[in-house]
């Protein structure tokens, strides 16, 4: 609940940037970000063994963009978010905040000089100061160096920005007297206080309740977005990243693995991985057997199963290689298959989708849904219903998705271990 020094410094914002486009707190140009060819290393462990925690990271911003860096837990994205603001100095590459180099091979200009708004997941928030002296602290730390700013004006921003984070009227309180989304709607208002037109949150959400968490990511873009503040929002949550972002940078081990617009990434995962981190989906081990331009008939291990999936013609994707079939928990549906074999009664699936014949072994109700789980030879399949799924356990079932719905991955794309490396040739010819 305490500020660090370095985060402190963040507040100190150039004065001539701060003055308010006239009658209006609310335009800010947007800062565009440029991030190239970004490497950083730590030093880890007993054995100060040095290793890369980012590595060739290039994207931009553009200004007014929601840009969230989503990514497992030590991915990287606190470390990307921390050289942005200045309080990481790159190994190599170069960031460019507006039209400025912030930090490249001869220069490195420090946090306090770098004009940017930062919200952390812990509140930091000055536990012994009023709401509005939390808020106004940015202002008035720079009214120390520049007297352009009456008082009179700061008390008419603070409240404004008050207003405008839903904390209108709670000046006068004491910060321990608000709940804890109370007090990370002080730092977000102290954060935009400054107009400085970049906006830096770091897991801003994760300490707060998850019915408040979802009310705060509609507000939060909201905010952004009317202000036309240039956001990057790191979060390892994938719910809010494809809610609120315009665009979704997902990283992996110091890597950038794939971005896109949340849709986009969503809907054409490039990797297993990627697929794997967004949405339910069922990774089943497969082979593929044949490939007809962009049809690939697929094996599925331990079920005696083949299936069809669209692919996109260009993907690459070899004969005999090992891969990973993905498909989503709501893109199966499911039917009662009579016991000996005649599985066509009551099939409501297109005629072209793959069917795949099994026993229920456990169906949950989760209040909105339910979860079917089917097992498939050796392979469990996963779906939801929203209607009541009119199965019970143990009975015989078809689990029905169209080709087009389905993914099959390549096994050099599985995160862990598997085949890293493309299969020998010998193994492409084999056909079952
Ligand atoms: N100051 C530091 N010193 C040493 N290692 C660090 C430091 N900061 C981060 N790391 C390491 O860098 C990796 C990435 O961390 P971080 O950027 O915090 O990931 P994320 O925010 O995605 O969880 C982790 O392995 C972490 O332990
Ligand atoms: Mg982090």
């Known amino acids: ?46 054995n100060r063994e040095r290793v890369d925690v980012l590595r060739d990271i290039s994207f931009d911003v553009g200004s007014g963009e929601f840009l969230t860096l989503l990514g497992p837990s030590g991915s990287g994205k606190s470390t990307l978010l921390r050289c942005i603001a200045g309080l990481e100095s790159p190994d190599d590459g170069v960031i460019r905040i507006g039209d400025e180099s912030v930090a490249d091979k001869r220069r490195f200009v420090p946090p306090n000089r770098r004009d ?26 720079a009214r120390a160096r520049s007297t352009r700013r009456s008082s009179m004006n700061v008390d008419r921003d603070v409240n404004r920005t008050l207003e405008t984070v839903g904390l209108g009227g709670y000046g006068g309180r004491g910060v321990h007297e608000l709940s804890g989304g109370q007090q990370q709607r002080v730092a977000l208002a102290r954060a935009i206080i400054s107009r400085s037109g970049l906006l830096l949150l770091d897991e801003p959400l994760s300490n707060l309740d998850s019915k408040l968490r979802r009310e705060m990511r509609h507000e939060l873009r909201q905010i952004s977005k009317e202000h036309g503040l240039t956001s990057i929002y790191v979060t390892h949550d994938q719910f809010e990243a494809l809610s609120m972002s315009d665009r ?3 990283m992996r081990d110091g890597r950038i693995e794939q971005q896109g617009e949340p849709e986009a990434i969503y809907g054409s995962p490039d990797t297993e991985f990627v697929a794997g981190f967004l949405g339910n989906i069922n990774l089943i081990p497969a082979r593929v057997l044949e490939r007809h331009g962009s049809v690939v008939i697929a094996e599925l291990s331990g079920t005696g199963e083949t299936v069809r999936v669209a692919i996109p013609r260009n993907k690459e994707l070899n004969v005999g290689e090992k891969a990973t079939l993905g498909i989503r928990t709501h893109d199966i549906t499911i039917q009662e298959a009579a016991e000996g074999g005649d599985s066509s009664i009551r099939d409501e699936g297109a005629p072209h989708d793959n069917r795949l014949t099994g026993r229920v072994t456990s169906l949950q109700f989760l209040g909105e849904r339910w979860e079917v789980h089917v097992q498939v030879g050796d392979q469990e ?14 009975h015989l079932v078809n689990v029905a998705f169209a080709p087009e719905r389905a993914f099959i991955f390549q096994d050099r794309d599985a995160p862990h271990g598997a085949a890293t490396e493309p299969l020998p040739p010998s193994s492409t010819e084999k056909r079952q």
Do not use: C
């Open 381 to 394: 399949v996963r779906l939801f219903r929203y209607r009541n799924p009119d199965s019970s356990e143990g």
């Open 116 to 141: 940017i708004g930062m919200v952390f997941q812990s509140y930091a928030v000055w536990p012994h100061m009023t709401v509005s002296q939390n808020v106004a602290y940015p202002l008035l730390n």
């Open 248 to 250: 979704i940078l997902l």
């Open 1 to 46: 609940m305490i500020w660090s020094r370095s985060e402190s410094t963040l507040d100190a914002t150039p004065a001539k940037t701060r003055e308010a486009p006239r009658g209006s707190v609310e335009s800010h140009p947007g800062k565009t970000v440029e991030v190239a060819g970004l490497y950083k290393s730590f030093v880890l462990g007993r």
